[in-house]
T-cell receptor, first 113, second 116 residues
């Protein structure tokens, strides 16, 4: 069964505006972690932000914030004040009681000047 | 800050040849993970090691093997290469004991393998 679902294959956003990337997950574990990674066209995988299942507050890292709704099993990434350098593929991933990360299909973000 | 190092960055092989990919984790990281990302796909977990012992195994073909050495670097050995093995291979490392769902995996730049 798919553990991570990202329903938006691609999104366009105007420079300096905010964009929300959707992510829903499926797990029966009580303890799990949710991660977002950015993959530019150059290919590297860059860690952005982490949210633990027991964290009561939404995670924030600079212009990145995570809208965590545990009951709905969603962990949406919000990028504020978009920059041209934010154009990339964004992956949502989860780690539960397995050692590995399970990734979603990704969302391509294109920032327009 | 030091990052995960992978070598080579690019590799071109013929079908049925062998390849060895190397990964040097972030200093003091004791867990290494290998992922395979096909064109237009999300990364798929292959195998992981904690303190030089295999800790988990994913969809890794029998033609592939891996190990982690005493200095914590890891090597992924791939034999009888097939066209379908062409992909971006990532190594990631983390610093907390295996089983901790909170530990962040930091990825290397990847090795792009092309099989002709």
């Amino acid at each position: 069964a798919q553990k991570i679902t990202q329903t938006q294959p691609g999104m366009f956003v105007q420079e300096k505006e905010a964009v929300t990337l959707d992510c829903t997950y499926d797990t029966s574990d009580q303890s799990y972690g949710l991660f977002w990674y950015k993959q530019p066209s150059s290919g590297e995988m860059i860690f952005l932000i982490y949210q633990g299942s027991y964290d009561e507050q939404n995670a924030t890292e600079g212009r990145y914030s995570l809208n965590f709704q545990k009951a709905r099993k969603s962990a949406n990434l919000v990028i504020s004040a978009s920059q041209l350098g934010d154009s990339a593929m964004y992956f949502c991933a989860m780690r539960d009681n397995d050692y590995k990360l399970s990734f979603g299909a990704g969302t391509t973000v294109t920032v327009r000047a | 800050a030091a990052g995960v190092i992978q070598s080579p960055r690019h590799l071109i092989k013929e079908k049925r040849e062998t390849a060895t990919l190397k990964c040097y984790p972030i200093p003091r990281h004791d867990t290494v993970y290998w992922y395979q990302q096909g064109p237009g796909q999300d990364p798929q977990f292959l195998i992981s090691f904690y303190e030089k012992m295999q800790s988990d195994k994913g969809s890794i073909p029998d033609r592939f093997s891996a190990q982690q050495f005493s200095d914590y670097h890891s090597e992924l050995n791939m034999s009888s290469l097939e066209l379908g093995d062409s992909a971006l291979y990532f190594c990631a490392s983390s610093s907390t004991p295996s089983g901790a769902y909170t530990d962040t995996q930091y990825f290397g730049p990847g090795t792009r393998l092309t099989v002709l």
